[in-house]
């Protein structure tokens, strides 16, 4: 079975620090998605990132960067010089393979920037 | 363009009546997922409909719930005899689906919060 697990539930951090969210992933499948979602206050989910298993590159996108690495099952997220508007709820998702396109939530990680 | 919509926003009801939940999803995504959020948890996915193929039903918590999409577009979400532990946030997802690409972005709608009382 596929399962997503986000170990931290809650993070707190100072305006401007680096924070990195951990998602590992289990799944007996070769070709798999990963995705990482962002919830706001306001509460209606955005996507931010899609990767395929085959596509083990990392990626930055302004002030966010990926980290995917199979060996150890994990796609972890980085958020560079952060905002008081990071402060959401972040979720780490699996879909793919012989789950079809099911999508496999982590239980998310709170994000508190202070100012 | 519109996004994914839902409505109603806010649903209060008693405990063993029914309700009804609907999601209109962007024009032109073939896949539909809804999926329910409890309180300060994750989301768990409930159903997944793809196309005209047989949807995904195993999520679905118990046979008190079940889903439709009728036309290849709108969705609606039925529990029947609400209970209790059916209180949470109910999400309606559309995705353009293309079956060589493998699972595409999920845009979600803003929720129905249920509160069975």
């Known amino acids: 079975a596929q399962k997503v697990t986000q170990a931290q539930t809650e993070i707190s951090v100072v305006e401007k620090e680096d924070v990195t969210l951990d998602c590992v992933y289990e799944?007996?499948?070769?070709?798999?998605?990963l995705f990482w979602y962002k919830q706001p206050p306001s509460g209606e989910l955005v996507f931010l990132i899609r990767?395929?298993?085959?596509?083990?590159q990392n990626e930055i996108s302004g002030r966010y960067s990926w980290n995917f690495q199979k060996s150890t099952s994990s796609f972890n997220f980085t958020i560079t010089a952060s905002q008081v508007v990071d402060s959401a709820v972040y979720f780490c998702a699996l879909s793919g393979g012989t789950g079809g396109f099911k999508t496999i939530f982590g239980a998310g990680t709170r994000l508190f920037v202070k100012a | 363009g519109a996004g994914v919509s839902q409505s109603p926003s806010n649903k209060v009801t008693e405990k063993g009546k029914d309700v009804e939940l609907r999601c209109d999803p962007i024009?032109?995504?073939?896949?539909l997922y809804w999926y329910r959020q409890s309180l300060g948890q994750g989301l768990e996915f409930l159903i997944y409909f793809q196309g005209n193929s047989a949807p995904d039903k195993s999520g679905l918590p118990s046979d008190r719930f079940s889903a439709e999409r009728t036309g290849g577009s709108v969705s609606t979400l039925t529990i029947q005899r609400t209970q209790q532990e059916d209180s949470a946030v109910y999400l309606c997802a559309s995705s353009l689906e293309k079956l060589a690409g493998g699972p595409d972005t999920q845009y979600f709608g803003p929720g129905t919060r249920l509160t069975v009382l």
């Open positions: 024009s032109g995504h073939t896949a």
């Open positions: 990767r395929n298993s085959f596509d083990e």
């Open positions: 799944t007996r499948d070769t070709t798999y998605y």
